[in-house]
């Protein structure tokens, strides 16, 4: 089994839809939790980390759940320049500290 | 703001021959790594280092090695380049504070031919 899954997608919306992702991690003693963002031909991005409490940054939130051992990122009023892949990334994920990527959730938003 | 500073953006270099790609971070960070990325493999590491001249190998370390002879400077060597080496590469940082996240430099992108 794979320490971080994601859906790959890709997932097609159109422009002011909402859109969810999940992701999946292995290790119930995992640290700590983040969503990056890349774009095509880019280095990853830090879009938000997430709090157990779940967070909200603009049209953005992040939440955890801890006893199901995923993380979700909810976009709403999706635009055009959310289109882009969606990286799920998880600290202690495969026993000790090192940051263990999912492959990514692809986003396409359409006019 | 963290800066991660990677030495070249685009590089293309000859089958055998050996390669350098060197990183660089302003933010006094002890943890370094360098990744490869392709597509549908999603980002694979190669190497880290969580002090200098400290270095542990990732998932992928074969036909590579790196160096950290400076806290800020994490280089990674392609002993002999060879065109299964083809890929994007990301250095990244983080603090020693591990619950942090990641710092990306813009990433290079290789090719061997």
């Known amino acids: 089994r794979k320490e971080v899954e994601q859906d790959p997608g890709p997932f097609n919306v159109p422009e002011g839809a909402t859109v969810a992702f999940n992701c999946t991690y292995s290790?119930?003693?995992?640290?700590?939790f983040f969503w990056y963002r890349q774009d095509c031909r880019k280095e990853p991005k830090l879009l938000m980390s997430?709090?157990?409490s779940g967070n909200e940054d603009g049209r953005f939130t992040a939440q955890l759940n801890r006893a199901s051992q995923y993380i979700s990122l909810l976009i709403r009023d999706s635009k055009l320049s959310d289109s882009a892949t969606y990286l799920c990334?998880?600290?202690?994920?495969?026993?000790?500290?090192?940051?263990?990527f999912g492959r990514g959730t692809s986003l396409i938003v359409h006019p | 703001d963290v800066k991660v500073t990677q030495s070249s953006r685009y590089l293309v270099k000859r089958t055998g021959e050996k390669v350098f790609l060197e990183c660089v971070q302003d933010?006094?960070?002890?943890?370094m790594f360098w990744y490869r990325q392709d597509p549908g493999l999603g980002l694979r590491l190669i190497y880290f280092?969580?002090?200098?001249?400290?270095?542990e190998k990732g998932d992928i370390p074969e036909g590579y090695s790196v160096s950290r002879e400076k806290k800020e400077r994490f280089s990674l060597i392609l002993e002999s380049a060879s065109t299964n080496q083809t890929s994007m590469y990301l250095c990244?940082?983080?603090?020693?504070?591990?619950?942090?996240?990641?710092?990306f430099g813009d990433g290079t992108r290789l090719s061997i031919l």
């Open positions: 990334v998880v600290n202690g994920a495969g026993g000790s500290y090192i940051p263990t």
């Open positions: 290790n119930s003693a995992s640290q700590s």
């Open positions: 997430v709090y157990s």
């Open positions: 933010m006094d960070h002890e943890n």
């Open positions: 280092s969580y002090d200098v001249k400290m270095k």
């Open positions: 990244a940082t983080f603090p020693e504070s591990r619950n942090q996240p990641q710092h």
